[in-house]
């Protein structure tokens, strides 16, 4: 019986995981300069300690995170229905403010 409550726990977890508030398109929410912000089918979702971005679309999307205070982190390359994983905003107060396409060769 234990192992069946046990396996429920985490199967809730994993859905209240993945409903987390925070989950937000990248679009007009980020001040990226030149790149361009990702298009709405890429969605994030920010936690303290990662940061998860995922790939709706029907293209591959070179993307990256852009955080407040500007910390630079390497671009990622996502196929369609790729989940991929950024540092989150960590305990200083930081912030992601959304994704940004590095398809043109802008991000490293």
Do not use: K
Not at 22 to 30: D, L, P, R, Y
Not at 56 to 67: E, I, P, R
Not at 83 to 104: A, Q, R
Request: hydrophobic letters at 40%.
């Amino acid at each position: 019986m234990s192992r069946l409550i046990r396996s429920s726990f985490v199967a809730i977890a994993v859905v209240l995981a993945a409903a987390v508030p925070g989950t937000a398109h990248a679009g007009s929410q980020v001040d990226a300069g030149s790149r361009p912000p990702a298009p709405d089918c890429v969605t994030f979702s920010a936690g303290w300690r990662y940061t998860f971005v995922t790939n709706n679309c029907s293209d591959t999307h070179t993307v990256t995170v852009v955080y407040r205070d500007g910390t630079d982190v390497p671009s990622r390359v996502a196929p369609p229905g790729a989940l991929i994983t950024f540092p989150g905003y960590g305990t200083s107060g930081n912030e992601v403010l959304g994704v940004v396409l590095c398809d043109d060769g802008g991000c490293a």
